[in-house]
């Protein structure tokens, strides 16, 4: 084989609850993620070289050893032995700092690539342990669909495929860091935690009621202080006719769910008009069959 081409598709936060600290800095959560379509694209190509070569179409992107594509590539190339240098193209259309885990789904794929590409014939585990590595996120990337994370989001219970939601994404002009968000967050003053198993009962039942009524994150307490435009446009996407809208992950990215697609599209006419709106998209549910 000479080269791979994967989609690496995006995810949302239905249900995000933050339940601990742990003494290594990392919080214990207990979430509900769901893959959506909007996807980047990503090639992987074998060369005569021993080098890994990268390619993406921001060039404001590390196209080196800073970049989780290139350590993932990097780290397998070392770990199996593989002598073959690796061509990598990488075509983003998922905002970058958005909370929905563009660079961690990148390089769910490259791993999933790279064991197509050089015939390693991996286990999902082992290869959900290698993305353990590098991000929280990896794993349930590399898995993909309706999910309950629960540890620092690497303990993983599949749920039946969510039925079919008609999505509006936004991303503001500011990104956020995760590191900020997390840094201010103080578990013993949250005011509200999502019902997170509410939330596993409606997605079992196929009730799209129970589905917006359980919507809920506690990092948006942070975020909306720290990046007020975030909140702006969670309140827009609300008044535009959304059922329900959700600060996906740490932020910025808000999205919405809409009773049809026609719905969607003519909220997304009036955000992109929106001065604190940099992009906007248009997308559903995926499911892992």
């Not at 609850?17 to 996807?39: A, C, F, P, S, W």
């Not at 021993?50 to 992107?61: A, G, Q, S």
């Not at 019902?195 to 809920?216: F, H, P, S, T, Y």
Request: charged share 25%.
């Amino acid at each position: 084989m000479r080269e791979v081409k994967k989609k690496a598709r995006a995810k949302i936060n239905l249900a995000l609850d933050v339940i601990g600290k742990r003494e290594n800095g990392y919080h214990d959560v207990r979430m509900v993620m769901q893959t959506i379509e909007l996807h980047d694209k990503i090639r992987l190509k074998k060369i005569k070289s021993d080098k890994i070569l990268m390619k993406t179409n921001l060039p404001y992107l590390p196209r080196d050893n800073r970049n989780l594509v290139y350590q993932v590539v990097e780290y397998m190339k070392a770990a199996y032995g593989i002598m073959s240098g690796v061509y990598i193209d990488l075509y983003k259309i998922i905002p970058v700092g958005a909370g929905l885990a563009g660079g961690s789904t990148d390089a769910a794929q490259s791993i999933l690539a790279m064991n197509e590409l050089f015939e390693l014939d991996l286990s999902s585990e082992t290869m959900e342990e290698i993305g353990a590595k590098f991000g929280a996120d990896i794993p349930y990337c590399i898995r993909g669909g309706t999910m309950l994370a629960e540890g620092i989001g690497e303990v993983l219970t599949p749920i039946k495929p969510i039925m079919k939601l008609h999505l509006l994404i936004v991303k503001p002009k500011q990104s956020v860091s995760t590191a900020y968000v997390y840094g201010n967050l103080n578990i013993g003053t949250i005011s509200s935690h999502p019902d997170i198993d509410g939330m596993v009962r409606g997605i079992k039942a196929d009730q799209l009621e129970q589905i917006v009524q359980n919507l809920g994150n506690v990092l948006e307490e942070v975020t909306f202080k720290g990046y007020p435009e975030v909140r702006i446009i969670k309140e827009v996407i609300l008044g535009a006719g959304a059922l329900g809208a959700l600060m996906s992950g740490s932020g910025s990215a808000v999205f919405g769910i809409f009773a049809d697609q026609g719905m969607a599209h003519q909220a997304a006419k009036k955000l992109k008009r929106h001065e604190a709106v940099k992009q906007v998209f248009i997308t559903t549910t995926f499911n892992v069959l």
